[in-house]
């Protein structure tokens, strides 16, 4: 958010002893790379690669699959070879190395958790008369109690593990 402009109207009456601003406000709206590729991505877990055996099934695979891509015409599309080459790696690596499981950052957020959001998202995209409203408010708060008897009964339970 960038503040263009700032003037104060000392000249207008506002019955109160405050003078009136005015500014010009740009607003930039913009998602960052980090946030826009996290879904695009596969992640591999590469650490396995440091295991031999591994690494050499990778490299089995990957040899298998561009021996076959050697026989293709050299007259196809560049598009279309660099696709075949890319999904062929995929491929190799999934089969060789798996999908890098990500940390769960809240591990008391379970099924049931993820039915309140829901419930919550629903109840916000209803109409806003004033009993949609009044029921937002209602689901708001008790998603919002759920999620803290959830997050107090984990640390109960780590801090007696403990």
């Known amino acids: 958010m960038s503040i263009l402009d700032v003037v104060s109207c000392r000249g207008v009456d506002c019955d109160t002893d405050h003078y009136l601003v005015v500014a010009k406000v740009r607003e930039r709206l913009a998602v960052s790379e980090q946030e826009a590729q996290k879904f695009d991505r596969e992640r591999f877990n590469l ?3 440091n295991e031999l055996e591994v690494r050499k ?9 561009f021996t076959g891509l050697e026989n293709l015409n050299v007259s196809e599309d560049i598009n279309r070879a660099w696709e ?3 999904d062929n790696t ?3 690596a999934k089969e060789s190395l798996d999908l890098h499981k990500l940390k769960q950052h809240k591990p008391w957020f379970n099924e049931e958790c993820l039915h309140f959001l829901d419930q919550r998202k629903k109840q916000w995209l209803q109409h806003p008369n004033q009993s949609n409203v009044d029921n937002l408010y209602n689901v708001r708060r008790e998603a919002s109690r759920h999620f803290r008897n959830k997050k107090k009964e984990y640390l109960k339970a780590k801090i007696e593990e403990l």
């Open 47 to 49: 650490r396995k690669l």
């Open 57 to 65: 099934q990778y490299q089995i695979e990957i040899s298998n699959r």
């Open 84 to 86: 075949n080459i890319t």
């Open 90 to 92: 995929k491929t190799s």
